[in-house]
């Protein structure tokens, strides 16, 4: 079984950074497409970002393109979210996703992704 943990999040002003980490226990994720989701009140669980098992190709909804990087280190076993420029729509839970059998580019539904963490809150004011 895997045990995703995310961590970084916070209230945060228009125009701010944040950084969210999430680790990994139980398995190994270096084979593993790590992604990131969001979920706001009242809406559906989106997709945000993902990274490939080696980190060399990255995949963005267009909401973030430019301003969210993602990145990991399989030596840690943990994958990052660094989000700039941040703007109150961004507001939301924000959650760490992995399995087994994805493919690329990743899908933005989150029914294929089969390990969750219990996500962290990302609030940003305006």
């Known amino acids: 079984q895997v045990q995703l943990v995310e961590s970084g999040g916070g209230l945060v002003q228009a125009g701010g950074s944040l950084r969210l980490s999430c680790a990994a226990s139980g398995r190994t994720l270096g084979w593993y497409i790590m992604g990131w989701f969001r979920q706001a009140p009242g809406q559906e669980r989106e997709f945000v970002a993902a990274i490939s098992w080696s980190g060399s190709a990255t995949y963005y909804a267009d909401s973030v393109k430019g301003r969210f990087t993602i990145s990991r280190d399989n030596a840690k076993n943990t994958v990052y979210l660094q989000m700039n420029s941040l703007k109150p729509e961004d507001t939301g839970h924000y959650y760490c996703?992995?399995?087994?059998?994805?493919?690329?580019?990743?899908?933005?539904?989150?029914?294929?992704?089969?390990?969750w963490g219990q996500g962290t809150q990302v609030t940003v004011s305006s």
């Open positions: 996703a992995s399995g087994p059998g994805l493919s690329w580019p990743p899908p933005a539904s989150d029914r294929p992704w089969n390990y």
